[in-house]
């Protein structure tokens, strides 16, 4: 069994879990053994997302809610929002008052579920897992039970500018390491003619924010380096100093300093997505939302998707998936209300709706995740605008930038900090990662 966090301490564990339902994670508490609703009888249900529910995100999954609704009478489902993640979400489940449906980020799945934090849905789901990629289905499970099933999500890919590719005579998107540098420095030029370059060929991440972290994991994995190691008994240490690791961070150095604007360093990904928008870089790392943002640019052009160029150990993509879980303490036909909703969720046809996307400031409706299933290929969508199916197929070689929940505090305390040194130049690589290992292994320990 692995060895996770304990957010809270075993004896208020045991309390509070005991006044809300089984304290065990292998409850055997599950739809498929509780009794069917009496005809004409309505539950009600609710789900909480991690975005208002009033928000353009918001009102698009009501729209998939009623849906459901109106397949499923004996069912209504209230939309709450702005779900909680970590000890503020521990803190809600174990009041009792948690809702029967919850988004959960993968990390959170794992995370809390050693903690008595979910139901076992193995039993009422387990038959769903063919339609997943075998590593994206294992983020919801621990200790071989389902606690998480996968709902939506992305993955993260190259997004170009196809007309300054054009312009550039770049025939096809880079596909290695030295096919992204070549293209970018292409990319980087002079176009008012003053002596400096004013468009580059990559926007990066250089800020000191979360974003940083899993771009350069990205790179991480895709040199082959691990971040962190375990010695079989769940204990972990980071793994990240090591030659594969110093050669990601050397090639992501040169990228910002060579091929991205002078200011990288002070560029979260919000930032990148704008220069990407105005045409200051020709390239980016981002989700399926970066294509409708490109979409309604001021200067039109053409916006093209490809997969992340492989390096020597091949591809990765940073992952984003969300999960749906049912808290400990649900039960009867609100738990069998709760299994029908997530089946209904996870099936082809709720998965298609979530491709409808939400409504922008100009009535149009632009899609802000991917359904997450391996199967969806034939959707009407994706055969109108099939740019988005490299979201999916990023599932498949997944570069997961929480592999184990403890791994939250070395990024907040230490690596967001190395990463904006090394590539600022206030740091080399080496002596960045030699810090990430003493001061993350403290970390990691101590957990």
């Known amino acids: 069994m692995n060895k996770w966090p304990k957010v809270v301490v075993a004896g208020t564990l045991a309390i509070s879990l005991t006044a809300c339902g089984s304290a065990k994670p292998e409850s055997a508490n599950t739809a498929g053994e509780q009794a069917q609703a009496e005809p004409g009888k309505t539950t009600q249900i609710r789900m909480q997302i991690a975005w208002a529910s009033d928000s353009p995100r918001g009102k698009a999954i009501r729209v998939i809610l009623d849906e459901f609704e109106k397949k499923n009478q004996d069912v209504k489902v209230e939309l709450l929002g702005s779900a909680q993640n970590g000890q503020k979400l521990l803190t809600q489940i174990l009041s009792g008052d948690a809702p029967e449906v919850m988004q959960i980020a993968y990390r959170d799945v794992r995370g809390l579920a050693p903690q008595g934090a979910y139901l076992d849905l193995s039993k009422d789901l387990n038959a769903e897992k063919d339609n997943y990629y075998q590593q994206l289905w294992d983020l ?7 606690y998480g099933f996968p709902w939506l999500g992305h993955s993260v890919q190259l997004i ?4 300054l590719f054009d312009k550039a005579g770049i025939k096809n998107p880079p596909k290695t390491w030295d096919e992204l540098y070549d293209a970018a420095k292409k990319l980087t030029v002079d176009t008012n003619g003053d002596g400096k370059p004013d468009q580059y060929g990559i926007g990066l991440v250089g800020k000191q924010v979360y974003d940083i ?4 994991n990205m790179f991480m994995n895709q040199a082959g380096a691990n971040i962190v190691k ?6 972990y240490q980071v793994g990240l100093n090591s030659p594969e690791g110093k050669k990601a961070l050397e090639f992501y150095t040169k990228l910002v300093k ?6 990288t360093v002070n560029k979260d990904g919000g930032a990148v997505m704008a220069d990407f928008r105005n045409q200051v870089v020709a390239m980016q790392f981002q989700g399926p939302w970066g294509v409708p943002d490109a979409w309604k640019a001021a200067n039109k052009f053409e916006v093209a998707t490809a997969e992340v160029p492989a390096g020597p150990a091949g591809k990765a993509a940073d992952i984003g998936p969300y999960m749906l879980s049912v808290p400990t303490g649900v039960k009867g036909d609100k738990l069998s209300a709760s299994v029908k909703l997530i089946k209904f969720l996870g099936s082809k046809e709720g998965q298609e709706l979530v491709m409808k996307g939400e409504k922008a400031d100009d009535g149009n409706f632009y899609p802000f995740r991917v359904p997450i299933r391996k199967d ?7 055969k109108e605008h099939p740019e988005f199916l490299v979201f999916i197929k990023g599932l498949e070689y997944p570069s997961i930038s929480t592999p184990v929940p403890q791994w939250a505090q070395v990024e907040a305390e230490v690596y ?18 030699k810090t990430l290992e003493e001061k993350g292994n403290a970390i990691l320990k101590a957990k």
């Open 160 to 163: 170009y500018n196809k007309t």
């Open 213 to 216: 972290t899993w771009m350069v």
């Open 258 to 263: 060579e091929v991205s604007p002078p200011d």
């Open 376 to 382: 969806l290929y034939d959707l009407p969508y994706f």
């Open 140 to 146: 919801g499970t621990w200790d071989g039970k389902l």
């Open 416 to 433: 967001q900090s190395v990463l904006n040194q090394v590539v600022s130049g206030a740091i080399t690589a080496e002596q960045g990662l």
């Open 230 to 235: 375990d010695d079989g008994k769940g204990n």
